[in-house]
């Protein structure tokens, strides 16, 4: 399949883009800092989401993970660590074992892919233009009853969230 | 009218005591003197009955070959595969059964009556009647059986009832010891009494006496005669224990813990004696094996010799009195192995009224003692106890065979049947017994109603509920063999085996046992009256010192007993104990500590960190995914249980 | 040779997935390890669209199942926000090495 020089340059920019602000995440001291470079790694997820022609994902991407998710992690950061936030992101006792499992994952992911014959599996077909309406009709037809379930779970997490995060004295108040 | 009443509802007999003791359980116990008058009068209807039916019985020729049965049927057993099993209980009504009948129910009536004066004040009083009445309907029972397996009922019933009623006095140790001991030993050989009915029901297909006689008689379409020896030597071990023959008569002296009354009735006079009449009552199954019956004539034989050998040196009056009666069971059982039903059974009949006459009397002595049991510290009672004293010799002249008392008349129809048998050996070991017999008896008779008053003792006559069954039974000890004496034998026409038998009347033998009694009563009183200090008879005793003591320590039975109790089981399972604790428990604990050394290893990877269990999971994936890869998916899903 | 094909974003979204993982094993603060699970999250969308772009162009399943994961996804992040700090009221801290009462 042919590809336009800029969708490759895309493709590269967006790449390293995600794996170093990734890798900042990990690796930065500061907890806010993560959350920032996780911002950052959501927000070009969006950009590589548009070069994979999926712009309605593309856009949640950034409503949902860029917008929402980080600035409740941020709201949580803020309800949690009080005083200084200049060590608050440390590595814990077992840095090395982690990273041999990790290793032992990519070298395997390596592997994998090594030995997948990817260039079969590709379809002949192009995406269509325009997939919110797809998208659309399909979560309202084939798949309403995982939508409506998503729906559900969004609201029993929101209370259980509540639930969870409610402050004892208030509750102990609401109970007089 | 009223016999044949009796004659058709024979059941009657053991069912009275039966409601009687149904009654005192349940209503009467509160009040004991209406508790006494429902068992005695219970028991006193009983014995109208059962004379009644005696009576139709004795009066009929017929029944001397044929006897009277009716039975039910109690239940039937069909197992696939199997010949049905069909259980009757009914009666069985003819000579044996209605002789039994009538003399259980009449001296049980008496030995009640009895009761009521030497239980006096006793906090058990009604218990002890209700005992007594469950007692009394199970031994009639077990007499009027038709049936082998209803017998055997009866039999454990009889059992229960000693055991209950020797350890009435359940405050004494030695009482609940001696209980134990009966029930144990007397289990003990029920065990072969069952094996033998087993192997009788299986082999014949039956358990009622008629039908088991008519076809033991051609045993052979049936099985094999090993089999048949095996069977009657089986049966014959219940019999062994309940009759107290040699070696399971440990537990009848003992069993005189229990109160007097109850040594009479049960461990003199009826239960005892079941054994004697079971062998009695399927002689049909011993006649058949003369090996078997050689077995039984030398196990009374030598019983009777052996505890009448203890008897001569025991002290306690019941004691002696108990000795006395294994060593007539002992002689009932040789009677029985020479094949004379009519002997044995005429000796079970005299016997029970003297010796129950005799237990009474000491009962009496007891009573008037406050159980003071040593005859050595008794004397000079028949000056205070005049019908005790006088009851009780009559009774010693009966069982010592002196004529015209009852004991002479049996004891004379057991010698001469050995001796026309031919068994010359157990007819001296009968006769000397014979002598012993008189002598020990005398010579507790001298020692405990004549000779020196003790001071220190203050005896005073019993009540008339004692003394008036003492009376009648020493009546019943006079005349009771009068019945089948050697020249107008009335006895012999009615019960017998095979055919009756008519010997001549053997003077020699008749002489010779008289001569006997007569010496061994002379020694006695030469001993232990004339000799007032009993000098003679201390040195007897020094003299044979080491025979002496083996002698009133019994042959050291029980002691052997205690040994191999003691050596062999207690030792044996001294060894499964230590099995026990050192394999079994050491596999239990092996494997406890296997799991406890196994977790202390494996706790190691239960960090309590998330993250490390995220990482340990992480590497089951990869394991799973290489697994996956390089077996294909078969292989993994094999190892995840199924997964597919 | 300069395509842009299936294995790049396969093998994007091994490296984005691995270094979420090394995140979650190895952060102390539980906030982070948090973060590090949407990374990976991220890892499988990229894995999902990809997949749907080339294997199955027509049929938007994966665009469907990663709309379903980042739902999840913002659920998870709530419930597990709100849990941490419910820990946090009681232990004062945020600190993984901390909650060790799984092994008591």
């Known amino acids: ?120 599996m590709v379809a002949a077909e192009a995406v269509p233009e325009g997939t919110v309406q797809f998208i659309g009709a399909l979560l309202m037809s084939k798949y309403v009853i995982p939508f409506e379930v998503a729906a559900l779970l969004l609201l029993v997490a929101l209370i259980g969230a509540i639930v969870l995060a409610r402050d004892e004295e208030v509750k102990a108040d609401a109970g007089d | 009218m009223l016999v044949e009443f009796a004659l058709y509802h024979a059941w009657l007999v053991p069912l009275l005591p039966a409601l009687a003791f149904g009654v005192i359980v ?16 219970s028991m006193a209807v009983a014995c109208f009955f059962a004379t009644l039916a005696a009576y139709g019985v004795f009066t009929n020729h017929e029944f001397v070959e044929k006897p009277l049965v009716y039975a039910t049927r109690w239940f039937s057993l069909g197992l696939p595969g199997m010949p049905e099993v069909q259980i009757d209980v009914g009666v069985q009504l003819d000579p044996t059964s209605a002789m039994m009948l009538f003399m259980v129910s009449f001296i049980a009536t008496f030995i009640f009556l009895y ?25 009639l029972l077990l007499v009027i059986s038709s049936n082998l397996l209803q017998m055997f009922v009866a039999w454990g019933l009889v059992g229960l009832c000693s055991y209950l009623l020797i350890g009435f006095y359940s405050h004494k140790i030695s009482a609940r010891e001696a209980a134990k001991k009966a029930f144990v030993t007397c289990r003990v050989a029920d065990f072969g009494l069952l094996l033998g009915l087993l192997a009788l029901q299986i082999v014949f297909g039956t358990l009622n006496l008629t039908e088991l006689s ?89 019983t009777a010799l052996f505890a009448a050998t203890i008897a001569i040196t025991q002290r306690e009056i019941k004691r002696i009195l108990a000795y006395s009666t294994v060593s007539q069971l002992g002689y009932m059982m040789l009677a029985l192995g020479v094949g004379s039903l009519t002997a044995s059974m005429f000796h079970l009949w005299t016997h029970a009224f003297f010796k129950a006459l005799m237990f009474l009397g000491a009962g009496s002595v007891l009573h008037a003692l406050h159980h003071k049991a040593d005859v050595w510290e008794m004397g000079g009672l028949y000056k205070k106890m005049p019908i005790t004293t006088w009851t009780f010799v009559i009774g010693g002249l009966a069982i010592a065979g002196i004529p015209p008392f009852a004991g002479f008349w049996s004891k004379d129809e057991i010698l001469v049947a050995t001796l026309s048998e031919g068994h010359y050996v157990l007819f001296a070991v009968g006769a000397f017994t014979a002598f012993l017999t008189a002598f020990y008896m005398w010579r507790m008779i001298f020692l405990a109603f004549f000779g020196e008053e003790k001071p220190e003792n203050h005896p005073h006559e019993s009540p ?57 009563i002379y020694l006695a009183y030469m001993l232990y009256l004339k000799d007032a200090k009993k000098k003679r008879a201390r040195r ?69 960190r998330l993250q490390n269990y995220a990482l340990i999971f992480f590497l089951g994936v990869l394991a799973v995914a290489v697994l996956m890869a ?3 998916p078969s292989a993994a899903s094999l190892v995840l249980g199924g997964v597919k | 040779m300069l395509a842009i094909s299936l294995t790049h974003y396969v093998v994007l979204s091994a490296l984005l997935f691995s270094i979420g993982l090394f995140g979650v094993l190895t952060k102390r603060n539980a906030v982070a390890v948090l973060i590090c699970i949407e990374l990976m999250l991220n890892a499988v969308n990229i ?58």
């Open chain 1, 1 to 120: 399949m042919e590809t336009s020089i800029y969708t490759v340059v895309a493709f590269y920019g967006l790449a390293l883009t995600i794996l170093g602000a990734a890798t900042l995440v990990v690796f930065a001291r500061n907890i806010v800092h993560s959350v920032l470079f996780l911002a950052l790694t959501f927000i070009a997820m969006a950009g590589l989401f548009l070069t994979l022609d999926a712009d309605f994902i593309a856009a949640v991407q950034v409503l949902v993970y860029a917008g929402a998710v980080c600035i409740m992690v941020v709201f949580g950061i803020m309800l949690i660590q009080r005083a200084d936030m200049k060590a608050t992101n440390l590595f814990n006792r077992q840095l090395f074992t982690g990273g041999g499992v990790v290793a032992l994952v990519v070298a395997l992911c390596a592997v994998f892919a090594g030995r997948t014959a990817w260039a079969e």
């Open chain 2, 26 to 41: 349940f209503l009467t116990r509160p009040w004991p003197k209406l508790s006494a008058i429902v068992a005695v009068g």
């Open chain 2, 115 to 139: 009761s009521i004066g030497y239980m006096e004040g006793d906090p058990g009083f009604s218990v002890f009647f209700s005992y007594l009445s469950l007692f009394g309907a199970s031994m």
């Open chain 2, 214 to 302: 008519e076809k033991i008689a051609h045993f052979e379409e049936y099985t094999t005669f090993g089999m048949l020896t095996l069977i009657a030597v089986l049966v014959f071990i219940g019999p062994i224990g309940k009759s107290g023959q040699f070696p399971l008569h440990v537990w009848l002296p003992d069993a005189m813990e229990g109160p007097t009354p109850v040594s009479a009735l049960i461990h003199a006079a009826t239960m005892v004696v079941a054994g004697v009449y079971l062998v009695g009552r399927t002689l049909f199954l011993f006649h058949e094996v003369p090996s078997a019956m050689q077995l039984v004539a030398v196990t009374g034989g030598f």
């Open chain 2, 464 to 520: 008339w509920t004692m003394t008036v069954p003492l009376v009648v039974l020493a009546v019943g000890a006079l005349g009771a063999g009068w019945v089948g004496t050697p020249w107008h034998n009335v006895w012999a026409e009615w019960i017998f085996f095979g055919h009756p038998h008519h010997g001549p009347v053997n003077y020699g033998a008749m002489l010779l046992s008289i001569v006997l009694a007569a010496a061994g």
């Open chain 2, 540 to 608: 007897l005793a020094e003299w044979f010192g080491p025979v002496y003591r083996m002698l009133y320590n019994k042959y050291y039975i029980d002691e052997l007993y205690l040994w191999f109790n003691h050596a062999l089981v207690d030792g044996t399972a001294r060894l499964m104990y230590l099995f026990d604790i050192y394999v079994v428990d050491g596999i239990v604990n092996g494997i406890g500590g296997f799991a406890k050394l196994s977790g202390d290893g494996l706790r190691v990877f239960q960090s309590g």
């Open chain 2, 630 to 632: 390089f077996t294909g």
């Open chain 3, 47 to 104: 894995n999902l669209v990809a997949f749907s772009k080339y294997v199955t162009p027509t049929d938007f399943i994966g665009q469907i199942f990663s709309i379903f994961v980042i739902t999840v996804a913002a659920a998870e992040v709530g419930v597990g926000l709100a849990i941490i700090i419910a820990i946090y009221r009681n232990r004062l801290s945020v600190n993984l090495d901390d909650f060790d009462w799984l092994k008591w």
